[in-house]
């Protein structure tokens, strides 16, 4: 798990840990140390291959804000930003 500032840079999840709990746990943690540093929304990028990373974040109350394409790896790939609002 990375992140810096409102932005989740990573969350990386073993697949033997898939749906244990890990993962909602990291990002409990990172939208807790977002949210204590001042920013009242978090925000991600997943890309539209992704399908169960969308369903995950959308559970977690993510909603679409963009989309663009994936620059960092001069694809095809189209990137979806996600926000959340914090409390």
Excluded: C
């Amino acid at each position: 798990m990375d992140w810096q500032g409102d932005f989740v840079n990573a969350l990386h999840v073993r697949g033997s840990y898939s749906r244990s709990g890990v993962g909602s746990r990291l990002m409990d943690k990172a939208e807790a140390e977002i949210s204590k540093s001042g920013f009242t929304a978090a925000r991600l990028e997943t890309d539209t291959f992704n399908s169960v990373s969308q369903q995950f974040y959308a559970k977690r109350g993510y909603t679409e804000a963009d989309r663009y394409p994936d620059a960092e790896w001069g694809s095809d790939l189209v990137t979806i930003l996600l926000v959340k609002a914090l409390q």
